[in-house]
T-cell receptor
Framework: DTEVTQTPKHLVMGMTNKKSLKCEQH?????MYWYKQKAKKPPELMFV???????INESVPSRFSPECPNSSLLNLHLHALQPEDSALYLC???????????????FGPGTRLTVL | DAKTTQPTSMDCAEGRAANLPCNHS???????VYWYRQIHSQGPQYIIH???NNETNEMASLIITEDRKSSTLILPHATLRDTAVYYC????????????FGKGTTLSVSS
């Protein structure tokens, strides 16, 4: 089983709203990722959590706040977003066991976010 | 920046083999070649990866040249469901490192 689930599938929010995206995996993976994908562009990394600690933040604005409550769950809290933040937000996970094994990332279906 | 070069688009007839090339001339000795695909508006799907040797799984085959500067993903019998953007990515085998996506190849399979 290589399933990563994301909720909600679609989200529409105003610029003053606070919302959260949720990502879950039950594969025992210890690394989890948030990527952002604008229309007709490839995915771009936002954050990496390794063993529940934030290890990479790709200079993402503070209106995006990641959280990793446990090894199976990853949240992305959203506050005061701008219309240009509208995108597909993708979560991924990987075993986190390299170099003994290759660290293949598996993606969820994404959350389509629209900011009005 | 992505370390790979792929054709922008390719066409393939249903039932025929689809051969997708990728150039990665600056690949390092500890970097793997990964292939993902993304069907419209879905999350990227892992296909296959390799280091030096050719690899095959239930989805595809990966042929890596001896000098490792290029590779080819082969879908042996393409179907309409294989229409997608295919990404070739080189990446070190280190936990928690990013996938750097390039523009990929849009493969269109037609009947």
């Amino acid at each position: 089983d290589t399933e990563v689930t994301q909720t909600p599938k679609h989200l529409v929010m105003g610029m003053t709203n606070k919302k959260s995206l949720k990502c879950e995996q039950h594969m025992g993976h210890r690394a989890m990722y948030w990527y952002k994908q604008k229309a007709k562009k490839p995915p771009e990394l936002m954050f990496v959590y390794s063993y529940e600690k934030l290890s990479i933040n790709e200079s993402v604005p503070s209106r995006f706040s990641p959280e990793c409550p446990n090894s199976s769950l990853l949240n992305l809290h959203l506050h005061a977003l701008q219309p240009e933040d509208s995108a597909l937000y993708l979560c991924a996970s990987s075993p986190g066991l390299a170099p003994r094994g290759t660290d293949t990332q598996y993606f969820g279906p994404g959350t389509r976010l629209t900011v009005l | 920046d992505a370390k790979t070069t792929q054709p922008t688009s390719m066409d393939c007839a249903e039932g025929r083999a689809a051969n997708l090339p990728c150039n990665h001339s600056t690949i390092s000795g500890n970097e793997y070649v990964y292939w993902y695909r993304q069907i419209h508006s879905q999350g990227p799907q892992y296909i296959i990866h390799g280091l030096k040797n050719n690899e095959t799984n239930e989805m595809a085959s990966l042929i890596i040249t001896e000098d490792r500067k290029s590779s080819t993903l082969i879908l042996p019998h393409a179907t309409l469901r294989d229409t997608a953007v295919y990404y070739c990515i080189v990446r070190v085998n280190q936990a928690g490192t990013a996938l750097i996506f390039g523009k990929g190849t849009t493969l269109s399979v037609s009947s």
